[in-house]
């Protein structure tokens, strides 16, 4: 398999706290699966604890070899500092679940801003429907992801015992706006 090559550590851009952000952060190639029992138990607790008041995460997936990620902040540098220390957390619980050392992020993590309501649903379908587009899933709800907790499908799913691991979103765009360019999510949607 050919080697991604490593993003180029230019200066992150200019944040606008009103704008939803969908982030990608790749796993080490020798890594087992992040959706495993265990693995995804830690990832899931890390990520728990990841917001803040300058830092909220709002929605998650967990594939095979990475995760995705939408994140609220309110500032550039509370997006750079929740995402590194978001990182770095994760990256502890995979390793002490694994009971290994050394890193577990691939390069730098890779965020796009979402400004409209339009691309803010693209992302919900994306980031909560990415199972169906990897590991070719039926139609339903991934219980890798924060999909169970989400109130914006048009069937809502069975409720989940656990505790919520994200937080209910602050700005327009990701509360309200997007439902706007489409209605509530169907678990049949297909991530482009």
């Given at each position: 398999?050919a080697k991604?090559?490593?993003?180029?550590?230019?200066?992150?851009?200019?944040?606008?706290?009103r704008?939803?952000?969908?982030?990608?952060?790749?796993?080490?190639?020798?890594?087992p699966?992040?959706?495993?029992?265990?693995?995804?138990?830690?990832?899931?607790?890390?990520?728990?604890?990841?917001?803040d008041?300058?830092?909220?995460?709002?929605?998650?997936?967990?594939?095979?070899?990475?995760l995705?990620?939408?994140a609220?902040?309110?500032?550039?540098?509370a997006l750079?500092?929740?995402?590194?220390g978001?990182?770095?957390?994760?990256?502890?619980?995979?390793?002490?679940c694994?009971r290994r050392?050394g890193?577990?992020?691939s390069g730098r993590?890779?965020?796009?801003?979402?400004?409209t309501?339009?691309?803010?649903?693209?992302?919900?379908?994306?980031v909560?429907?990415?199972f169906?587009?990897?590991?070719?899933?039926?139609?339903?709800?991934d219980?890798?992801s924060s999909?169970?907790?989400?109130?914006?499908?048009?069937?809502?799913?069975?409720p989940?015992?656990e505790?919520?691991?994200?937080?209910?979103p602050?700005?327009?765009?990701?509360?309200v706006?997007?439902r706007?360019?489409?209605?509530?999510l169907?678990?049949?949607?297909?991530?482009?």
């Amino acid at each position: 398999m050919a080697k991604r090559p490593d993003k180029r550590h230019d200066a992150r851009p200019a944040h606008e706290a009103r704008h939803p952000v969908h982030v990608t952060i790749r796993a080490r190639r020798e890594l087992p699966s992040l959706r495993g029992g265990p693995a995804f138990g830690a990832l899931c607790a890390a990520l728990a604890a990841a917001s803040d008041q300058r830092f909220r995460l709002i929605h998650f997936s967990v594939q095979t070899d990475h995760l995705h990620l939408i994140a609220e902040a309110s500032s550039r540098e509370a997006l750079i500092r929740g995402l590194q220390g978001l990182a770095g957390r994760t990256a502890r619980a995979v390793n002490r679940c694994l009971r290994r050392h050394g890193k577990v992020w691939s390069g730098r993590y890779h965020a796009r801003a979402l400004a409209t309501p339009q691309e803010v649903r693209n992302a919900l379908v994306y980031v909560l429907l990415n199972f169906r587009k990897h590991l070719r899933s039926a139609p339903a709800v991934d219980p890798r992801s924060s999909g169970p907790w989400f109130g914006g499908w048009s069937h809502a799913p069975e409720p989940y015992p656990e505790r919520c691991p994200v937080v209910a979103p602050r700005t327009w765009l990701a509360a309200v706006g997007w439902r706007r360019a489409g209605g509530p999510l169907d678990p049949g949607e297909s991530p482009a």
